[in-house]
């Protein structure tokens, strides 16, 4: 009777929040948070080159233009004039003017070396949700093209952007449709080209549904609510007030990647099925672990008369035991095949 309640009020019961805790146990399982963090310090220092051809390219409009940028930017940002943000930000823009063809050169190649370097942190995150290794050079030569067509899918969605707010009134939502079929190109460019691994675009969709709805809101957050946080945050600490509300702003991106990378590969398995393989450890004298988590992290047996409470909507791993591999349906190399396939065909 314990186990048909526990059986009932399971939240495995029904497919969305089904999905959405195996999603949820295979980011704490991979350390989601920690890939995460890796993409938002990659991100975070992309940002000064990035920050170099903004103000070259601030600087050439400002110097063409009749009226005042930087002040502009200021009341944009919502910030007090007399505040040292203002006053760093109208400067900064001022010294662009005279400083435009140095930076634009400057900020170009620092922004290639660093793009790299959040090409590798992406292809990390995918490599390792799909467990697959790495293709060595041949990455910054993929690299280097996924950055030419993340460019030129970054200048169509600004033309587009540009162009909706043309559009009158009752338009509005082909403007926001157009954006989110951007955003979702991006992101299956991104699922394709950069993990070593070849599957269908049909697999890729909803990781990158996950990822343009997901970016969208954080848009959605990036003009309402990093504006408000920069100018308070810059009344307490000043300049660093706005680098404490980006990193925050970044650190929710990489979420948002890692959990793309990882409702991409659940799906996938949910279909097609998984295969169990038999990994090294080092050996310790005493300790007998029964199984590895996706991590490579070794699972142990549960003490007996520590049986621990049950969690109804946690999903208990099955723990191998150690037994003769071809009892258990594999082929004594070590490899299991697992029996949870699809019916399916695979995508061509």
Known sequence: MAAGLRERLSLRRWRPTRLALDVQDRYSELHGGEMASAVTLSAFLSLLPLLLVGIAVLGF?????????????VDQLQLAKSSDTARLITEAMHTAEASRKAASVVGLAGLLWTGLGVVNSLRYVWNTAWQVPGRGLRDKAIGLGWLAGAAVLFVGSFALSAASQLLPWYLEPVGILTGLATGVGLWLWTARALPNRQIGWRALLPGALVGAIGFEVLKVLASFVVPRMVASSSDLYGPVGVVFAVLGWLLLFGRLVVYAAVVEVVLWEQRHGTVKLAIEAPARPGVAP?????????????????????????????????ADPEADGGNGDGVVVSDRRSRRPAPR
């Open 290 to 322: 029964v199984g590895a988590t996706r991590a490579g992290e070794q699972r142990f047996s549960r003490p007996e008369g520590r049986p621990g409470l049950p969690v109804p909507w946690r999903k208990r791993p099955n723990a191998p035991t150690p």
């Open 61 to 73: 409009f400002s110097a063409a233009s009749s009226k005042d940028l930087a002040q502009q930017v």
